[in-house]
Nanobody
Framework: QVQLVESGGGLVQAGGSRRLSCAAS????????MAWHRQVLGKERELVAL???????RYADSVKGRFTITRDKSGNTIYLQMNDLKFEDTGVYYC????????????????WGQGTLVTVSS
């Protein structure tokens, strides 16, 4: 099992910056892709940014040039640096990881954090 713990959410003014963190812990063999998704009330969860275990990032068009996803050397923690925040960036940000469990290395499982709320005031 893997636990994903997010931090860094809060209230920020439009045009401001915020940095989210997500740390993975538990008993796992390897983590492949990690990502940030966000969800606004009444809408589907959407991918914001993803980073592979090789360090290749991918972004939603709406955040390109403003958000940067990074991963630490251990591969178990990711960050999302959010700059020039807009009102429409408001939402609950969820951390995601594709995990190979220690006791089932031939499988891949999806893991999600509890989410952290980012509110951008206009």
């Amino acid at each position: 099992q893997v636990q994903l713990v997010e931090s860094g959410g809060g209230l920020v003014q439009a045009g401001g910056s915020r940095r989210l963190s997500c740390a993975a812990s538990g008993n796992f063999f390897h983590i492949h892709d990690m990502a940030w998704h966000r969800q606004v009330l009444g809408k589907e969860r959407e991918l914001v940014a993803l980073i592979t275990d090789g360090g290749t990032p991918r972004y939603a068009d709406s955040v390109k040039g403003r958000f940067t996803i990074t991963r630490d050397k251990s591969g178990n923690t990711i960050y999302l640096q959010m700059n020039d925040l807009k009102f429409e960036d408001t939402g609950v940000y969820y951390c995601y990881a594709e995990v190979r469990p220690q006791n089932a290395r031939w499988t891949r499982q999806d893991s999600w954090g509890q989410g952290t709320l980012v509110t951008v005031s206009s």
